[in-house]
């Protein structure tokens, strides 16, 4: 591929500018119709490089399929990204910036200039001192997550499509919604997907394979506290906000939390708080590599906050929990090859291969519990969900490289 003239970082600095931000407050699917703007974009792109069943469903899910041009019976294989992007930071009117042969210097983003990324905060850039590094101007995030791996996506089909020698099975190609705020597999039909293994398009640095991620919970405490006109409440009001601001004190400081743990540790996050006095809400996400230990933290959190209401007669609560994701590695593990073959390509590619946990889930999580074993591969997207966020393209490029490769991989592993 070294005349090959990439498209990669093209494609991506026009697809950032399009507002995809998902909601996690919202209840239909998808949460939010914008999605569909770059889901439109996507499918007369693909038609226009000759998939000819590029399809944009009614749920904001858009399917391809690159037919196979070998003689061998290759399982089919599907490639997918999500074309939403978080709720963490502004996704409009993002304006792409990209920094030809960075050299090491502090990035000052011109529309806030207090935005600075640096070397200091990000070390991955040393490792890219010579790369074409895109980010956002200061008022936005990038949305490289996962705009990154949807414009790999294209690259890699627009590289095919021009290259018909290249030997490979039946490829799918899956663009999804909502990924950000969990729901992202929740409308896909998996019997018109048809693909018996994946590969997700949402990793960071180069080499990164990943094919464990966090098991995931959701829970909900409700408080219900005693309600009194505060000129006439002694003795009397028992303010279900500040029984919420008691239990969240009472969580460890120095454990237990995203800000304090790392690699195989699982924690608990309060991610939202609302209420009055006499009713408040606060969300939590539970995380961990050990499914079983989903339990024991929830158990835990639970009997912190039945202590505390427990010193406030007439107040009662409510606990729920429901399930969001599990660790793919449970059902990968029964497939390794799957992992291997991607590695192979990453090798062929000239990128050392690295397999890394998740901190994190991604669609292929709960792909992998839904037929389609489905580990992660990296994008070069990296500070996600913020200010700072910013891709390599030449990161990007080895992607589209290691797909190229990877769909050669499975024809020659197939007997």
């Known amino acids: 591929m070294s005349n090959y003239n990439y498209t990669v970082s093209e494609r991506f600095m026009r697809y950032v500018q399009i507002d995809t931000q998902s909601d996690p407050e919202a209840t239909c699917f998808p949460s939010t119709e914008k999605q569909k703007d770059l889901a439109k974009i996507l499918l007369q792109e693909l038609l226009d490089l000759g998939i000819q069943d590029a399809e944009l469903d009614p749920h904001g899910y858009v399917y391809g399929t690159i037919p196979s041009n070998s003689s061998k019976q290759v399982p089919v294989i599907c490639f997918c990204s999500h074309m939403d992007t978080a709720p963490d930071c502004s996704g409009k009117d993002v304006k792409p910036i990209l920094h030809k042969n960075y050299q090491g210097q502090d990035i000052i983003l011109p529309d806030d200039t207090t935005q600075i990324i640096t070397t200091t905060q990000h070390p991955y850039l040393k490792e890219r001192i010579g790369d074409d590094i895109i980010t956002a101007s200061g008022n936005t995030l990038l949305g490289a997550d996962d705009k990154a791996g949807v414009a790999i996506i294209m690259d890699f089909v627009h590289y095919i499509m021009q290259h018909p020698e290249v030997p490979h099975g ?163 593990q029964t497939v390794p090859f799957v992992v291997d073959y991607a590695e192979e390509a990453m ?69």
């Open 170 to 332: 039946d490829i799918r190609i899956l663009f999804t919604p909502d990924e950000e705020v969990g729901r992202g597999v929740e409308k896909i039909d998996m019997q018109k997907l048809g693909a018996q293994y994946g590969y997700t398009l949402d990793g960071g640095e180069r080499g990164a394979l990943e094919s464990e991620s966090f098991s995931a919970d959701g829970a909900t405490l409700t408080i219900h506290g005693v309600s009194a006109h505060p000129g006439y409440a002694k003795g009397k009001l028992k303010n279900a906000t500040k029984i919420a601001a008691e239990i969240l004190d009472a969580l460890p400081k120095d454990s237990w939390s995203p800000e304090t743990t790392e690699g195989r540790e699982g924690y608990i996050h309060p991610t939202a708080i609302n209420g009055i006095q006499e009713k408040t809400i606060v969300k939590f996400i539970i995380r961990d590599f050990e499914t079983s230990m989903l339990k024991v933290h929830e158990d835990r959190l639970e009997t912190i906050a039945k202590n505390i209401i427990a010193k406030y007669p007439g107040t009662s609560y409510e606990f729920s929990v429901y399930e969001q994701y599990r660790n793919m590695m449970d059902m990968i």
């Open 347 to 415: 090798t062929r590619a000239g990128v050392k291969a690295e397999r890394h946990l998740i901190r994190g889930g991604t669609d292929g999580s709960r792909l992998s519990f839904m037929g389609m074993p489905c580990p992660n591969i990296f994008t070069g997207e990296m500070a996600i969900h913020g200010k700072h966020e910013y891709v390599s393209v030449q990161d990007m490029q080895k992607a589209v490289d290691t797909l190229v490769h990877l769909c050669q991989v499975w024809v020659e592993k197939t007997i």
